[in-house]
């Protein structure tokens, strides 16, 4: 039922740079066989403040990808052996890198070579010799678009919590930390009650904005180190790091409570909206696993008649 969760690399990518982390300097991978090309570009982005990864060899570019992660990629095009255009398609067949930005950098004055360089997986292409400020604004702008697309792709756009893949990642990357760190860690899954009701009853723009109000809810309740996920359509995943299962019952109970007693309106009618939890802690098992028991704790809560939590 639940996915194996399979962090993939561009989600990889995503933790690398992303989380609305707009201040980290941009990781800049730079390919140009010319040692003095390469020591000048080094230069002019470390002075920009940027993160620069510089290699004369192409094949060292898979090495560099691997170790590097760069969110931006510039290549020469013209180098002993192979032209850049190659380097960018071995770039883009790997997906984590399949729509980080690159740009060509080369002495190539001919535009219809420079256009069909840009149709094979290029983004810019710049001709040298380079004003330094134009290289550093065209990497700033295309860094700074990458990095917003990013941060929407982890995103649900009706609630802004994380979505579920990103939720799935957190989960692993807190129980690796769990472990490493040797503390307790809590997940809980949260489903409205009779949801189909409120919509079939109040309309699905009703429906959407409760969905809203108990995302703004739980937002303001739950610590910042607790991570909240819009889990399915009604659904939503909590993570609790070093939080034990019981103190994660304890609060989110409280905020169970309070929510159920919000006066919900549609128009002049006036009703009430309740959810139900399961909470379980992580016993050095797989988040799977784990998730599967805050998913056997929910139902019981259902079972027993909802608005409730259950451990
Ligand atoms: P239960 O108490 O057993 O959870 O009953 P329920 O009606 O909430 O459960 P069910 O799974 O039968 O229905 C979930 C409903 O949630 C169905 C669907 O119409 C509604 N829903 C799912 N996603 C959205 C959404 O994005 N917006 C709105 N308005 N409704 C949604
Ligand atoms: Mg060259
Ligand atoms: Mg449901
Ligand atoms: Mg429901």
Not at 198 to 212: A, K, M, S
Not at 264 to 271: L, N, P, S, V
Request: some cysteine; glycine content about 6%; aromatic content about 8%.
């Amino acid at each position: 039922f639940y996915p194996a969760v399979d962090p993939g690399q561009l989600i990889e990518k995503i933790e690398t740079y992303c989380n609305g982390n707009s201040s980290e300097p941009y990781k800049v991978l730079v390919l140009d066989d010319s040692r003095a090309q390469a020591k000048f570009m080094e230069t002019v982005l470390k002075r920009a403040g940027m993160n620069a990864y510089v290699i004369t060899d192409p094949m060292q570019i898979i090495n560099a990808l691997d170790e590097f992660s760069p969110e931006i990629i510039i290549l020469d095009m013209y180098m002993p052996g192979c032209t850049g255009t190659e380097i960018a398609r071995v770039i883009r067949q790997q997906d984590k890198f399949h729509s980080v930005p690159i740009i060509y950098l080369s002495a190539e004055e001919d535009v219809n070579k420079q256009l069909q360089a840009m149709s094979l997986g290029g983004d810019d292409f710049l001709t040298k010799p380079i004003d330094p400020k134009h290289l550093v604004a065209t990497i700033h702008n295309r860094g700074r678009r990458a990095r917003s697309l990013l941060a929407l792709m982890i995103r649900d756009s009706l609630t802004g919590l994380y979505n579920h893949t990103h939720t799935l990642y957190l989960l692993e990357q807190e129980i690796v930390r769990a472990r490493q760190k040797d503390q307790p860690l809590a997940f809980a899954m949260i489903d409205i009650d009779e949801f189909k009701k409120v919509n079939d009853t109040y309309g699905h723009p009703i429906g959407d904005r409760i969905l809203r109000s108990l995302s703004m809810f739980l937002k303001q309740r739950l610590r910042k180190t607790d991570h909240i996920g819009r889990y399915g359509g009604e659904e939503f995943a909590v993570i609790l790091p070093n939080t034990s299962a019981r103190d994660a019952q304890n609060v989110l109970d409280e905020i169970r409570q309070r929510f159920s007693e919000l006066q919900q309106q549609a128009g002049e009618q006036e009703f009430r909206v309740s959810f139900s939890c399961g909470v379980a802690d992580w016993q050095g098992d797989s988040a799977q696993t784990l998730c599967e028991r805050a998913d056997k704790a929910l139902y019981r809560s259902k079972e027993h008649g909802r608005n409730q939590i259950s451990l």
